[in-house]
């Protein structure tokens, strides 16, 4: 199979990025302004199935959303776009792990402006709290890292090894 250039750069780049984000996940603010509507969507779809799902969803509409697209470019057997977009599945997660990591200080910034420490509700302390989970903070957001900084690896050697000519990166509109 032939290499595409523009592919090799664009792998080179994610790579470069996507593994920086992993490595300090809580200075990757450019995508966090990504996630924030996407993850707030996700509290009010799922608050239809209670409070305790309603809470979880903000955090898991924020991973489901890329993998949908992840599914939706492996379902049309485009595994470079596929590979792409799994490094957005990733860096998903680690933002996950930053705000599962603050359950028991509470000193992020909240959309409120608050931090959980000064009164804001704060998604992680509830859940952990609520499963009884609070004491094993620490273990649970560096899982949550390690599975995301193991789906961008992932996606790096994907996006490599499918780095081929053959799939445009820009998708023709006349499948539509």
């Known amino acids: 199979m032939q290499r595409d250039s523009f592919k090799i750069i664009l792998a080179v780049i994610f790579t ?3 593994l920086w984000c992993a490595y300090s996940p809580i200075d990757a603010v450019f995508l966090h302004f990504v996630h924030t509507p996407i993850h707030e969507t996700g509290h009010v779809f799922f608050r239809f199935f209670g409070e305790f799902a309603g809470v979880a969803g903000g955090s898991l509409f924020q991973v489901v959303v890329p993998l949908v697209f992840f599914g939706y470019f ?3 057997e485009k595994p470079f776009s596929a ?7 990733g860096q998903s997660i680690t933002d996950v792990s930053v705000y599962a990591a603050d359950a028991v200080v509470m000193q992020l910034p909240l ?3 608050v931090t959980g420490s000064e009164g804001g509700f704060h998604d992680w302390n509830y859940l952990l709290t609520e499963t009884g989970l609070l004491r094993h903070t620490n273990l ?3 899982l949550l890292r390690f599975f995301g900084t193991v789906t961008i690896i992932l996606a790096s050697v994907g996006a490599f090894l499918y780095a081929g000519k053959g799939e445009s990166v820009i998708s023709d509109f006349d499948d539509f």
Do not use: D
Request: charge should be neutral; aromatic fraction near 26%.
């Open 111 to 113: 959309l409120s402006g």
């Open 83 to 89: 590979a792409i977009v799994l490094f957005w599945v």
């Open 140 to 142: 649970i957001a560096n």
């Open 16 to 18: 470069i990025y996507f």
């Open 74 to 76: 492996v379902w049309h």
